[in-house]
């Protein structure tokens, strides 16, 4: 597919994406009929040729005919004789033309498409011609974490000895048509890719399991229109070749499932240390549904969307009539048990996290057997201190019932990833493998600065006073919201500096009904939030946490504050070549400004400035590190299930989580800032600003927030200096009473 159709998003790209692939399905059934017809045609062409030749080459009589008198009326004047003549002339010779280009381009189209049937592999070859390299991923000074290789030592199994439902759950997910169509489905694959775009956001080509055979043992992985032509034909010649079972036996023996799993037998004993003809029902439809993108849907790595993909499989798998609806029930309600990977791997979250990222641009098949050598960004001692840190902390917290939790080290200047800890261990069961990093969780508070980043582009300043007291938020079709603070006090009339500090729930409230909630979306978005797709969902309650981000995600927009208005994607790897040493390219975004300067420095200041956030925190909390300046910002769920705290200076970023996979609640006796994630916090970035680790770059960025040019200072509440954006009128701040006026209802 061209990059401009794949570069489309949102129902536009929907629209763009769909057209793309009625418009190929369209092409290709041409060439089939197309090539139809001139097998019928060419031998009547030629057998009406030797007619004509015949009667050609015959000797006309000789008959004298008398003349024929013309009358006056039939003669033409000799300018019209000459006028038609000379149209006569032309229209031979433009016939002759048109003639001659036909010609000779049905010549260059023969040619061309003899030369392209000639290149095409021979679908007899069809697992015979497999030469994997393994794909290497490596730490930023060269340490081996893991290599991703096509095992050769798969196990073949007679498609006999499988239990129907093996069979079964692979065609319901893949090709439904399987045992009706000759190898191409046109109208099927054009739905299943609708299907696929509008349910999953995915972008599928709708492939049937023959295309998909030839794909993985005969073509190269890329994603062409030349590529999907040669797929069709290879998809037809192949089903000339090989019966139906012949075809599904060769798929089931080399279809990736991730890892060095290939194969219906490798894979059974890679996930559940069993043959595949012993495989349930349950465990047949998780396999089944691996296929498609292995490392998204791995137990190993996501077991919940894992579980979800599995049940999508059984609701095919009915709909088709294979199961019966207790069937079905039974099976979507049981639970698969999944044994423990047995690879060992360094980093194993931020590993697979890396090759997700490839195979969205080279394909798996690439991944496991294109010899890939990726050196990325991670720093293995950081990534392990990071992980001792992690464990030894989670020890002295599991009274709070605090189970597991994460870690994400980054440059923001760069967007490096410098450690990623997905969770206490990887091999725990059964969700050590899930990495909250990437993961959907409230964010609590954490959000706050965000939604304060957007008042001060606005009209707000640090300076400006927001009353914390009680109010009421009645909006129709829902319930009154009443926020209320963590101490369950109310504080009178607080500057915006002191409300964000010590984080204050009801200012912040006001201050997104006042700013509104769709323009924070849209500004979070900017910022680099991807996950409120639903915006119709949310309310007021988003300034304090009421809608889930992933950590990456806020990495990339607190490093925007630390960049000081820039925003940059993450961009973990460093560089990627083949086996050859030939350089490839991963497809990023690039860095664009989303905030001013001056708003990223004053957030940045009200973040790092201890002697504002004292009055919830005090002075000497673990948000302190003595001798270094750092922003940092808690946040905790009203229903503590999901405990944050993110930090950085304009170096380094760390962001800890900590709660429960299983989304049970900690203790109630936890509180942000003093227990949690903030010792964890305060632990890793100790080590970071110690160590110093040099990240890319020709300049490397201060560690400390300087102040732009573009800022004016005021002696302001508490005789302490407040900073102002250059054009800002300060007559009316500083001056307005801090006593509490009557608290009211609003």
């Not at 006999?160 to 997910?173: S, Y």
């Amino acid at each position: 597919m061209p990059s401009y159709v794949k570069k489309q998003t949102g129902f536009y790209g929907l629209i763009v994406r769909s057209v793309f692939y009625v418009f190929f399905y369209f092409i290709v059934g041409l060439i089939f009929i197309g090539d139809l017809i001139l097998s019928v045609i060419s031998p009547l062409t030629r057998a009406t040729r030797q007619v004509y030749t015949y009667f050609a080459n015959l000797q006309p009589a000789v008959r004298v005919k008398p003349p024929k008198a013309i009358s006056t009326a039939q003669k033409k004047p000799r300018a019209i004789q000459t006028a038609t003549s000379a149209l006569y002339t032309i229209q031979t010779k433009t016939g002759y033309f048109v003639l001659g280009v036909l010609v000779a381009l049905t010549l260059v189209a023969i040619h061309q498409g003899y030369n392209f049937i000639l290149s095409l592999p021979n679908p007899k070859l069809i697992g015979n011609v497999n030469f994997p390299v393994s794909t290497q991923i490596y730490d930023r000074n060269g340490v081996l974490l893991y290599d991703f290789y096509k095992d050769q030592n798969r196990t073949p199994i007679d498609i006999d000895t499988l239990p129907n439902h093996v069979i079964q759950a692979t065609i319901a997910i893949e090709d439904k048509d399987f045992y009706t169509h000759n190898g191409v489905s046109p109208v099927g694959g054009i739905l299943r890719a609708i299907k696929e775009m509008i349910f999953t956001g995915e972008l599928q080509g709708g492939s049937t399991i023959t295309q998909q055979l030839v794909k993985t043992s005969l073509l190269s992985p890329e994603r062409t229109i030349e590529r999907k032509v040669r797929e069709a034909i290879l998809a037809l010649w192949t089903e000339q070749v090989f019966s139906k079972k012949e075809i599904l036996e060769m798929y089931l023996n080399q279809v990736p499932y991730g890892g060095s799993a290939y194969g219906i037998e490798e894979a059974s004993k890679t996930y559940f240390n069993k043959s595949a003809k012993d495989l349930s029902i349950g465990e047949a439809a998780m396999l089944a549904g691996l296929t498609r993108a292995p490392s998204k849907y791995s137990p190993f790595v996501n077991p919940q969307l894992a579980a979800g993909r599995k049940n999508e499989v059984l609701k095919l798998m009915y709909e088709v009539g294979y199961l019966s609806k207790d069937q079905y029930v039974r099976e979507a309600n049981s639970q698969v048990a999944i044994q423990t990977p047995k690879v060992f791997v360094r980093a194993p979250h931020f590993v697979f996290y890396i090759k997700s990222l490839l195979e969205e641009q080279f394909g798996n098949r690439r991944i496991e057997e294109g010899g890939l050598r990726v050196v990325t960004s991670l720093d293995v001692t950081v990534q392990q201190e990071a992980e001792k840190i992690l464990v030894e902390e989670l020890e002295k917290v599991k009274r709070l019932n605090i189970s597991n939790g994460a870690v994400l080290i980054t440059s923001p200047s760069t967007g490096e990833i410098l450690a990623m800890v997905g969770s206490r261990n990887y091999y725990d069961q059964p969700f050590g493998a899930f990495n909250v990093t990437t993961a959907r969780r409230q964010p609590g508070s954490s959000i706050k600065p965000l939604l304060y980043s957007l008042a001060l582009e606005e009209s707000y300043t640090a300076a400006t006073i927001i009353n914390d007291s009680p109010v009421q938020f009645n909006i129709a079709g829902t319930q009154v919201y009443r926020p209320v603070n963590y101490d369950g006090r109310y504080h009178g009339n607080v500057p915006l500096r002191y409300a964000l500090a010590n984080s204050y729930n009801i200012p912040a409230v006001k201050t997104l009904n006042a700013i509104g909630v769709n323009k924070f979306i849209s500004h979070a978005e900017k910022l680099g939030i991807t996950t409120w797709d639903t915006p119709e969902r949310y309310g007021l309650s988003l300034a304090l946490g009421g809608a889930e981000v992933r950590m990456i995600d806020m990495a990339v927009a607190y490093g925007v504050f630390a960049n000081y208005g820039i925003k940059k994607p993450l961009n973990p790897i460093i560089s990627i070549t083949d086996y050859r040493e030939r350089n490839l390219e991963l497809a990023t975004q690039p860095a664009e400004r989303v905030l001013s300067e001056e708003t990223s420095f004053i957030l940045s200041d009200i973040l790092s400035d201890n002697y504002a956030r004292q009055f919830a925190f005090g002075l000497n909390s673990d948000l302190v590190i003595p001798t270094h300046t750092v922003a940092v910002k808690t946040g905790t769920t009203n229903s503590k299930r999901d405990n944050w705290t993110i930090g950085y200076n304009r170096k380094f970023l760390t962001a800890v989580w900590v709660g429960n996979n299983d989304n049970s609640p900690m203790n109630q006796g936890l509180a942000s800032g003093v227990t949690g994630a903030s010792p964890i916090w305060k632990r890793t970035m100790s080590m970071m600003l110690e160590k110093n680790p040099l990240v890319r770059g020709d300049v490397q960025p201060p560690a400390n927030f300087n102040i732009p040019a573009n800022i004016v200072t005021k002696q302001c509440y508490y005789g302490r200096i407040e900073y102002f954006r250059t054009g800002t009128s300060l007559d009316g701040y500083c001056r307005q009473s801090l006593v509490s006026p009557t608290p009211a209802l609003q």
